[in-house]
């Protein structure tokens, strides 16, 4: 609970903001002197407040998680590991894929990407993405190579090169819609700019900011200048597991399940240009895909 508290001394008041929050049978607090007077701005104050508090929080369980993570891999076997990295990528796959409109099962995509039997009743431009992202993840979790424009370029390019070619591996030079958002994304002639920008944040943030933050806030930036004219989900997903991976952090998979909370996120974060909803979203939903590390 966030509160205004006034304390009288020696005749004159003075304005404190305070923040108490419950754990365990402990009561913790924090405050922040305001002045002898209300500030215009205290709804801004407020919130750095609490983002202040939630970081410490969430990145505390989120390092907890990492380094807990890091133990159990290193206790297992290389052939454990591999296999765990061979699910997460069919399971990465399934659902970026399916979230994006694809129509194969968990289960034909488990067959096709594990054991090479494709399904004989699927459109083959779903099988035919579905394997280039499998490549593409393994491929990228390779790489020496950092994001840049023209890597992202590549990553499109080897997404779609077989299934979409009239708009892989290049920006789009055309206005687009994202069906059922109210958002409507950057006009063809902001693109370029805003991807430079985008670059150049990415380069002065990536080791400064904490890596799960700056996932999740790639992941929406990305996504909101749509670059592309199809893919740019599955290309921000992909930029977002990067990120973690190059960071020794756990990826995440946003189930297929949950795209409808994703989806709010994403837009209320757009639509109130606020990365901060977006990225509460991510870190809940991170912390407890990964809780099984807090113990």
Known sequence: MTTIRKRRVKGKIYHYLEHSTR????????????????????NEIKQRLLDDIYRKKWYADIDKISKNYAKNQKMMPESVREKEIEIFATDFTYDTQRIEGSTLTHKETADLLERGISPGN????????????RDLFFDILKSNKDISLQEVLDWHWRLFNKTKPGIVGKTRKYQVKISGSRFTPPSPVEIFPMLTEFFQWYNKNKNKVHPVEIAAVAHLKFVTI?????????????VMNF????????????????????????????MKKNDRIFLQWFVKRYIKEYKRYLR
């Open 23 to 42: 754990e365990g049978d402990k009561v913790q607090k924090k405050e922040i002197y305001l002045g002898t007077k209300i500030p215009n701005n205290i």
């Open 122 to 133: 699927k459109p083959m431009r779903d099988v035919q993405e579905a394997q280039n992202h």
């Open 226 to 238: 749509h670059p592309f004219g199809d893919g740019n989900g599955r290309i921000s997903r992909l």
């Open 243 to 270: 990120i973690l991976g190059r960071k020794k952090y756990p990826m995440l998979d946003i189930p297929y399940e949950y795209r409808s909370s994703y989806y709010n996120a994403l837009e209320r974060s757009q």
